[in-house]
C-alpha cells in the first residue's frame, strides 16, 4: 500500500510540475504572510514589554515605579525597603536616561542607557565578545544587548552619542555585548547619577526573588508593609504580570487585525489550493476507479487523496516560514504603531516555538481543508468512472437547484454578516469580523449560482453577437464547469475585495487625518526637535515661549506637551497639553476615549499626579481626535503645572497677524532660535501635516504589503487553472491544432477564458467590498479604535482595474500557451 502511495503521489508531481509549483508557491506566500506578521507582531509586543521590564530575568516578578512619567524618585526609599523586605527579595536600583545616535546625518536613533549595579549585572550575564579584561573579572564601562553591539560598531569602532545634553564618545573596546534582544546600554548607575546630574535619584526598583517556597508564605505580610511605605512616598508596585497585560493591551486590536487580514489572505492561498485538488481530481478519477477496480477499499481512496493535501501543505507551510524568515531578515510588514520603537522590533531575533508550529498547523489543515471535498469525491468514485470520458451531471436540473438553494443561503448570510457587522461593541472585535467573514462566505456560496447565470447569458449573447469559434469553444468550455470556475473566480474575487477593502480604509484614515489637522492645527509655524519627535519625547525649552511673546508681530503662541505613554489604571493613553480654558480639575478627552472606556463628559477620570498624587479629574468635554488609538487625555497647561513640573516642551505653536509676511515670519524665528540649540526646527503647516502623513503611512504600511501579496496569490490561482485547463483540455486542443487551429486562436482561446474569471472575480469583488469596507470602518475599526472616520470608497481604482484586467489576461495566458504549443500532438492525443 505504501509502494501505491508513493507512486501515486510522485507520479502525478513529476507529470504536474508547474501545477505542483505554484500550488506551493500559493500556499507558501499565504504562510509566509502569516508567519511573518505574527512574529513582528510578538516582537512589538516583547519590545514594549522588555523596556518596561527593564530586561530582566525569569526571577523578576515585578517593580516599583516612581509614578510621574519623566521624573525620578529620591532614592531613600531604598533604605526603608532593605529595612521591612527579606532576604530572599533583591532589590535592584535603576536609571534610565533616553540617549540618540545620528545615523548618516540623517535619521536620529533613540536608545535607552539602563543605569544599574553594573558589578552584579556583568557577572550574571552571558557575553558575546570575552576579552582578556574581562576573563579575569575587569569589569567595562558599557554593556550593550547583542544586537546593538552588532550594528553600533559596524562601521566605526568609535561612536558618538548624546544623552543628558551632552555628547559622549564610546570606543568599541570599552563596551561588551551580552546575550540579549533589544536594542539598549547598560552603565554602572552612579556612573549616569553624576553625568546627569541626578545624584540620589533613581526611576524603578526592579525586584526579584529567590526560588525558596518555605520562605515566600513568611514574606506576605512583609510585602504589604513595602506597599504602603512606597505609596505614601509617590511610588506604585507593577507586578510582572500586570505590564504584560498593559503592553498586550497596548497592541491588541492592531495585532488581531493584522491577525486576521493575514488569515484572509492565507484563505485566498487555500482556495487557490481547493483548485488545484479538484483539477487533480478530475484528472485522476480514471485511477481511482482502477484501484477500486482491483480491489482497493473507498477508506484507502480518501486517504490516498488526503495524503496529497498533507504532502502539499507540509510542504508549503516549510517554504512559506523560510520566505517568511526572509521578509524578516528585510525588515518587511514591520507592525508599527504611535508606542513601538522599529528600530527595538528589529533588534529581536528570536521567535516563539508556537508560531513556527501555528504556521505549520494552517498550511496542512488548511490544506487538508482545502481538498475535503475532492477527497469525498475520491471516497463516492465509482470504477464506472473508467469508461466515462469526462464527468458529467446526471441531472442537470437538480443541480441548479441545488446552486439556487446555496445561493439563497448565501444572500442570508451576507445580509446577516451586514447586520452583526454594524453592532457597537467597544473593544470586542467579535461582531464585525463574524460580520465580515458571513459576508466573504455569503458571496463565495452564491458565486457558483451567479457564474452560471452569468455564463448563461454570456452564452445568448455569443449565439446573437458573435460568430468566431474559438470564442464559442472557450465558453463552453466554462460552462461545462461551473464548480472549477468558481473556485478559480473566488480567490480573484477575495484578492480583489482585500485589496480594495484595504486601500478604502487607508483612504478613510487619510483623508480623515487630513482634515483633522486642518481643523485642530490653525497656526502657522511649529518649533519642534526632530531628533526628539520622533520617540514622542520633549525636546524644546520652555523659555522659547516667554521670549516669543515679546515680539508683536505674533498674534498667539501654544506651548504644546506630549506624553504617549500615559499610566491610567492598567491601560495607556497618549497625554496632551497645552492652553485652554478649564478648572484645575477639569480635562477634555478624546470621541475614541469615551466610546472605548465609556467615560464620557460629567464622568470623573482619576489618575495619578506628581505633585498631589492619586486625584480625580472631571470630564468637561469631547473632542475628535485622531492622534492615539488608545484614546487621548487633553489637559489645559495651567492644570499640567498645578499637578505636574516639566523642562521641555514637544513643540511650540506660534500664528502670527495676517500683514506679516512669510519671509518676516520665518526670520523671527530663526534669529529667536539662534540663541538655542542648533537642534530645533521650524516647520510649516504642511511640514507638520506630513509628520502626521508619514507617522500613519508607516503604520499601514504593512497593508501595502498585504495587497501585494493577495494579488500575486490570485496571479498564481488563476495562471494554475489555466494550466489545468490546458493539461485537462489537451485532447481537446490536439484536436483542433490537428484540423488547422493556429497558434493566436490557441492564445485567443486562452485569453477568452482567463478574461472571464478576472472579471467576474474582480466585479464580484467590488461588489463584497461595498458591503465589507462600511463594515471594516464603522464596525471593526470603530470598535477596535474607537474613531468614526469619514468613509472613502476608491472609485479610482475602479478605472485602474478596466485597464489592469486586459493586460493581466495577456500577461496569464502567456505561459500555458507556451506549454501547450510546444506538447507534440502524438504525445497530446495519446493522454490518458
Known amino acids: 500500500m505504501i509502494h501505491i502511495y508513493f507512486s501515486f503521489l510522485w507520479g502525478y508531481y513529476k507529470e504536474h510540475k508547474s501545477r505542483i509549483f505554484f500550488s506551493l508557491l500559493g500556499i507558501s506566500l499565504g504562510i509566509a504572510l502569516f508567519f511573518t506578521v505574527q512574529v513582528n507582531s510578538w516582537r512589538a509586543e516583547a519590545s514594549i514589554i522588555d523596556a518596561q521590564l527593564g530586561y530582566q530575568k525569569e526571577d523578576y516578578i515585578g517593580q516599583f515605579q516612581y509614578n510621574i512619567d519623566g521624573k525620578y524618585g529620591p532614592d531613600s526609599i531604598l533604605r526603608e525597603l532593605y529595612f521591612i523586605l527579606p532576604d530572599q527579595f533583591i532589590l535592584e536600583p535603576s536609571l534610565t536616561i533616553d540617549a540618540f545616535v545620528s545615523e548618516n546625518n540623517a535619521t536620529i536613533e533613540h536608545i535607552p542607557i539602563i543605569g544599574k549595579d553594573i558589578v552584579t549585572f556583568f557577572l550574571e550575564e552571558k557575553f558575546q565578545n570575552p576579552t582578556e579584561d574581562n576573563s579575569v573579572g575587569i ?26 545634553q551632552k555628547d559622549f564618545v564610546i570606543n568599541k573596546d570599552q563596551v561588551l555585548s551580552i546575550s540579549k534582544d533589544g536594542n539598549f546600554i547598560v552603565t554602572d548607575i552612579e556612573y549616569l547619577q553624576s553625568i546627569c546630574g541626578l545624584n540620589g535619584f533613581i526611576k524603578q526598583i526592579f525586584v526579584r526573588l529567590k526560588k525558596d517556597p518555605e520562605e515566600r508564605a513568611d514574606s506576605q505580610n512583609h510585602f504589604k508593609d513595602a506597599l504602603r511605605i512606597t505609596k505614601d512616598n509617590n511610588w506604585v ?36 489550493v481547493a483548485n488545484s485538488f479538484s483539477g487533480i481530481y478530475l484528472a485522476r478519477r480514471k485511477e481511482f476507479g482502477i484501484l477500486l477496480s482491483i480491489g482497493n477499499s473507498r477508506i484507502q481512496n480518501l486517504f490516498l487523496f488526503l495524503s496529497q493535501s498533507v504532502v502539499l501543505g507540509f510542504l508549503g507551510g516549510a517554504l512559506g516560514i523560510l520566505l517568511g524568515w526572509q521578509a524578516l531578515r528585510l525588515d518587511l510588514l514591520m507592525n508599527v504603531s504611535t508606542i513601538t520603537d522599529t528600530n527595538q522590533i528589529s533588534s529581536y531575533f528570536r521567535i516563539p516555538i508556537w508560531i513556527y508550529t501555528v504556521s505549520m498547523l494552517i498550511g496542512v489543515i488548511g490544506a487538508i481543508g482545502s481538498s475535503l471535498f475532492s477527497s469525498l469525491r475520491s471516497f463516492f468514485i465509482r470504477p464506472i468512472e473508467l469508461i466515462r470520458e469526462k464527468e458529467s451531471t446526471s441531472n442537470p436540473s437538480s443541480f441548479n437547484n441545488d446552486l439556487l438553494r446555496l445561493a439563497y443561503l448565501g444572500i442570508g448570510m451576507v445580509l446577516f454578516g451586514a447586520v452583526i457587522g454594524f453592532l457597537p461593541t467597544p473593544k470586542s472585535l467579535l461582531p464585525g469580523l463574524a460580520g465580515v467573514g458571513f459576508v466573504i462566505f455569503g458571496f463565495v456560496s452564491a458565486l457558483p449560482y451567479l457564474s452560471t447565470q452569468i455564463i448563461r447569458i454570456v452564452n445568448e449573447l455569443i449565439q446573437r453577437f458573435i460568430t468566431l469559434p474559438i470564442f464559442k469553444i472557450a465558453w463552453e468550455e466554462i460552462r461545462l464547469e461551473p464548480l472549477q470556475n468558481t473556485l478559480t473566480t473566488a480567490t480573484i474575487l477575495l484578492s480583489s475585495s482585500l485589496v480594495i477593502t484595504l486601500t478604502s480604509l487607508t483612504d478613510s484614515y487619510e483623508k480623515t487625518l487630513v482634515k483633522w489637522v486642518d481643523e485642530d492645527n490653525l497656526f502657522d509655524y511649529s518649533i519642534v526637535n526632530p531628533s526628539k519627535i520622533s520617540a514622542g519625547l520633549p525636546g524644546v525649552p520652555k523659555e522659547i515661549v516667554l521670549q516669543l511673546a515679546k515680539y508683536k508681530e505674533i498674534e498667539s503662541i501654544e506651548p504644546f506637551i506630549i506624553q504617549p505613554k500615559f499610566s491610567i489604571g492598567n491601560n495607556y493613553y497618549t497625554l496632551h497639553v497645552y492652553p485652554f480654558e478649564s478648572k484645575l480639575d477639569e ?40 492622534f492615539s488609538e488608545r484614546g487621548t487625555i487633553m489637559m489645559s497647561l495651567a492644570t499640567f503645572e498645578s499637578h505636574f513640573s516639566y523642562d521641555l516642551l514637544n513643540s511650540v505653536r506660534v500664528k502670527f497677524n495676517d500683514k506679516i509676511s512669510s519671509e518676516t515670519k520665518l526670520k523671527i524665528l530663526k534669529e529667536e532660535l539662534s540663541f538655542h540649540s542648533n537642534d530645533l526646527q521650524i516647520l510649516d ?36 487553472s489555466l494550466i489545468y485547463n490546458i493539461r485537462e483540455k489537451s485532447k481537446l486542443i490536439a484536436t483542433l491544432r490537428a484540423i488547422g487551429l493556429s497558434s493566436p486562436q490557441l492564445f485567443k482561446y486562452l485569453i477568452f477564458q482567463s478574461l472571464f474569471f478576472i472579471t467576474v472575480g474582480i466585479v464580484m469583488g467590488i461588489l463584497n467590498s461595498l458591503i465589507i469596507s462600511p463594515i471594516v470602518i464603522y464596525g471593526v475599526n470603530r470598535n477596535a479604535f474607537g474613531w468614526l472616520l469619514d468613509l472613502h470608497f476608491p472609485l479610482g481604482m475602479l478605472l485602474y482595474l478596466s485597464i489592469i484586467i486586459p493586460i493581466t489576461s495577456l500577461t496569464v495566458s502567456l505561459y500555458p500557451f507556451l506549454e501547450a504549443r510546444k506538447k507534440p500532438l502524438r504525445e497530446s492525443l495519446n493522454y490518458e
Not at 139 to 164: A, V, W
Not at 238 to 264: C, D, F
Not at 696 to 719: D, G, W, Y
Open 685 to 720: 503647516r504642511e511640514g507638520l501635516k506630513s509628520i502626521y502623513l508619514e507617522g500613519m503611512k508607516s503604520v499601514f504600511s504593512i497593508l501595502e504589503s498585504l495587497k501585494v501579496t493577495a494579488l500575486l496569490i490570485s496571479f498564481l490561482a488563476l495562471l494554475t
Open 237 to 272: 508596585w507593577e507586578s510582572k504580570e500586570m505590564i504584560q497585560e498593559r503592553s498586550g493591551k497596548a497592541l491588541g486590536s492592531l495585532k488581531i487585525n493584522l491577525t486576521i487580514v493575514s488569515l484572509i489572505s492565507v484563505l485566498i492561498s487555500l482556495f487557490m
Open 139 to 164: 569589569t567595562p564601562r558599557f554593556l550593550m544587548s547583542d544586537g546593538l553591539y552588532q550594528n553600533f560598531f559596524k562601521k566605526e569602532k568609535t561612536r558618538t552619542i548624546h544623552f543628558c
Open 587 to 626: 480635562v477634555i478627552v478624546s470621541s475614541n476615549f469615551c466610546y472605548l472606556e465609556k467615560k464620557c463628559t460629567g464622568d470623573a477620570l482619576e489618575f495619578q499626579t506628581e505633585k498631589s498624587g492619586n486625584l480625580p479629574f472631571k470630564i468637561i468635554a469631547e473632542k475628535e481626535h485622531f
